[in-house]
């Protein structure tokens, strides 16, 4: 009998670890047919595509209203696909709010379902996990804490590891990617990301140029080096940067699209500290062993609409930086809403690039986080979905 897999990614990093995931699967039932939702990785192991992954790519409420009736048919169209002809197990990889509706009527006629990635249930919506128990058949999840979590809920779990640990080095090496984007190699170098949404540019960019000023007069020499995901940001926050001019800044887009390598990983290998607006980026600063300040501002309207989609007004957790929730301490400082000023920030980064007792036990910390959850991720999902694919099969 020939084992199906139905498959849902429907971001970049998704596809791209989900991709590694199939290739695994692949070693041990190389005739499983794929099917599903996902971008050119997965297509490279010979799933059938049926829908492009962005299509489900969403920025926030407002494009998810937006996009609501074409996600409305592409989640019918799979749906009805998979329950005419169910496969063996299916993959959900990220992307909560579409997959667990999916699961939910998977699982219920009787098809296994393995969720990758579990929501943030520790920090909003705890009632969720309801939700999960009735909708997945296995979770696999990034976070050691989260592991716990599910036990405790008696849902089947298994910690993988969070692919981001495997794919940074241990050992970053700065000299090197100094000389890949021509920095000095003797140059204080302060890497700037304001974050990859247009409504995170808008907000958190005017402050940390702000700041930036503020630290180029206590360093007229001090580089900061920009990323951004792409021009149409690049350009966004160049409008800003005209106002809030920086000397020796940087703003740097990829360019070279055969390299799967992130242009933030070589400016974050690259720098002595960061200034970061909270999100995947804070956990990637925090593999390359570099000190930062973690900042978010939300807009009032989208802290009322947060408040009212969850119920809460703040998160269940005192932190916000995904560094400082797995060492449950504050590591690094955090800067939120009122407390994001220019000068704040720029007092606290400049800490970071200049206290060498605080830089060395941040740096210590970082390397446990990072041991903690360099697991081989692929191979730990490969091994419990192939265990999920035998339980159904025997």
């Known amino acids: 009998m020939t084992l199906r897999l139905g498959l849902v990614a429907g971001e970049p990093s998704g596809d791209l670890i989900a991709s590694k995931v199939l290739a695994g699967i692949k070693e041990t039932i190389p005739d499983i047919v794929t099917e599903g939702i996902g971008g050119p990785h997965l297509e490279s192991q010979g799933m059938n595509i049926l829908h492009p992954m962005h299509a489900l790519s969403v920025f926030g409420y407002v494009d998810a209203l937006k996009r609501l009736p074409t996600l409305y048919r592409v989640f019918q169209n799979v749906k009805k696909r998979w329950l005419n002809n169910p496969p063996s197990v299916f993959l959900g990889v990220d992307a909560p709010d579409f997959n667990l509706r999916l699961e939910k009527s998977l699982k219920e006629s009787g098809i296994p379902t393995v969720h990758f990635v579990g929501p943030s249930i520790w920090a909003w919506r705890y009632e969720r996990i309801n939700m999960i128990r009735e909708s997945v058949s296995h979770m696999l999840v990034l976070f050691p804490f989260e592991e716990a979590i599910y036990q405790k809920e008696n849902i089947p779990v298994t910690f993988v590891g969070h692919p981001l640990a495997d794919a940074i080095p241990i050992v970053p090496d700065r000299m090197a990617a100094r000389a890949r984007l021509n920095i000095d190699p003797s140059a204080r170098v302060l890497a700037i ?71 933030a990983w070589d400016v974050l290998e690259a720098s002595d500290a960061a200034l970061v607006a909270s999100g995947t980026a804070t956990l990637e600063t925090a593999l390359f062993k570099r000190p930062m300040v973690i900042s978010y501002v939300l807009s009032p309207w989208m802290k009322r609409l947060m408040a009212w989609k969850s119920g809460q007004e703040k998160p269940y957790l005192p932190w916000v930086g995904l560094p400082n929730v797995l060492a449950r301490d504050f590591i690094v400082p955090e800067l939120l809403q009122d407390d994001a000023t220019p000068e704040n920030l720029s007092l606290e980064v400049w800490s970071m690039l200049t206290d060498d007792v605080r830089i060395s036990r941040i740096v210590t910390k970082f390397s446990d986080i990072h041991h903690s959850l360099r697991c081989n991720t692929p191979e730990r999902a490969t091994r419990a979905i192939l265990q999920v694919i035998h339980d159904k099969t025997r």
């Open 193 to 263: 990301l304001p974050g990859s949404r247009s409504s995170e540019i808008q907000l958190m960019a005017p402050r940390f140029l702000s700041a930036a000023q503020l630290l180029l007069k206590r360093d007229p020499k001090l580089i900061c080096i920009v990323p951004m995901v792409n021009a149409l940001r690049e350009s966004e926050f160049k409008s800003i940067l005209s106002k809030f001019p920086v000397e020796n800044l940087r703003c740097l887009t990829k360019v070279d699209s055969t390299n799967d390598r992130p242009i």
